[in-house]
């Protein structure tokens, strides 16, 4: 069975950090391009940042450019999003999503071909 799964999400004070995983099974992340996006209570979800098959090409949506970071390690079959300067607003539940692609093309549509079933991430005092 074709699986992503995220961990790592919790509950986080604002201007604290999170890292979250997205881990792979039953098939390899290699050649694929992989997004992170997220809904908030109330609000359609929304593309966070998406990172090409080979790391080299990575984009951001403009309310987390300079506190997120997105990597990967295609030997672990694992990308990471790196979360830091939280705010309340960044509460949300995130999902990560595979694109049978090398390239974050159907990133902006939410097309994209595998999704996980999300991790809840709550910045609160």
């Known amino acids: 069975q074709l699986q992503l799964v995220e961990s790592g999400g919790g509950l986080v004070q604002p201007g604290g950090s999170l890292r979250l995983s997205c881990a792979a099974s039953?098939?390899?992340?290699?050649?694929?391009?992989i997004g992170w996006f997220r809904q908030a209570p109330g609000k359609e979800r929304e593309g966070v940042s998406c990172?090409?098959?080979?790391?080299?090409?990575?984009n951001y949506v403009d309310s987390v450019k300079g506190r997120f970071t997105i990597s990967r390690d295609n030997a672990k079959n694992t990308v990471y999003l790196q979360m830091n300067s939280l705010k309340p607003e960044d509460t949300a539940i995130y999902y990560c999503?595979?694109?049978?692609?090398?390239?974050?093309?159907?990133?902006?549509?939410?097309?994209?071909?595998?999704w996980g079933k999300g991790t809840l991430v709550t910045v609160s005092s």
């Open positions: 990172i090409s098959s080979s790391g080299s090409m990575t």
């Open positions: 039953g098939f390899t992340l290699d050649y694929k391009a």
């Open positions: 999503a595979a694109e049978f692609g090398n390239y974050c093309l159907n990133y902006k549509t939410q097309s994209m071909d595998i």
